[in-house]
């Protein structure tokens, strides 16, 4: 669902070929904000296409290269684009971080190799904040408010998986993980 909704946004900006729409994407960074399997792209736009929610506009043919077909966004594309979106706000399912299931039994495993993986894995973090916090930035004048909300939510959700990732590692390197009946210093 989430490749046909981009593939339908993206569309109402311009006319494009599937694969401009891979570039676009990746561009915006869509694969960091949530699931696209760029592979099963050309499958979404045949299906779009065959369901009548896009329409070929132009094929492009040259000698040394497949044909290239631009496409666009219909009526109907409109109408499902609209419906997807509204299903993603109402959705609101439970965060399943890849943490959580090694955090619960991470207590039987040796915490100096947790430890050296948090080190490299809080350092990844800084760059995203940096980075997340530098976007938002680049773009604060010149993409729309939707935008920014979305580039200033991932900076914050960066900043908030840092603190956590910096308190737990203290907790590593203090070889914490097995206690029991301590609460969390939640200023760290």
């Known amino acids: 669902m989430s490749m046909k909704m981009a593939i339908l946004g993206l569309l109402q900006e311009r006319n494009m070929h599937p694969y401009e729409i891979t570039l676009v994407m990746k561009e915006r960074a869509m694969d960091r904000i949530t699931k696209l399997q760029m592979g099963s792209l050309y499958y979404a736009v045949d299906k779009l296409a065959s369901e009548g929610h896009i329409e ?108 956590w990732l910096k308190r737990l590692y203290k907790d590593v390197q203090a070889r914490k993980l097995s206690e029991v009946g301590t609460p969390l210093n939640e200023e760290a």
């Open 56 to 163: 070929a506009v132009e094929t492009i043919s040259s000698a040394d290269r497949p044909d290239k077909t631009i496409y666009r966004i219909t009526e109907a594309g409109l109408v499902l684009f609209e419906q997807l979106v509204l299903q993603q706000f109402k959705k609101n399912e439970p965060v399943y971080h890849p943490l959580y299931m090694a955090l619960a039994l991470s207590r039987h495993v040796d915490q100096s190799k947790i430890e050296k993986l948090l080190e490299e894995r809080i350092r990844e973090s800084e760059h995203l904040v940096n980075l997340a916090y530098q976007v938002y930035e680049e773009h604060a004048i010149i993409v729309p408010r939707s935008a920014l909300h979305l580039m200033y939510g991932r900076y914050e959700h960066s900043v908030t998986e840092l603190k």
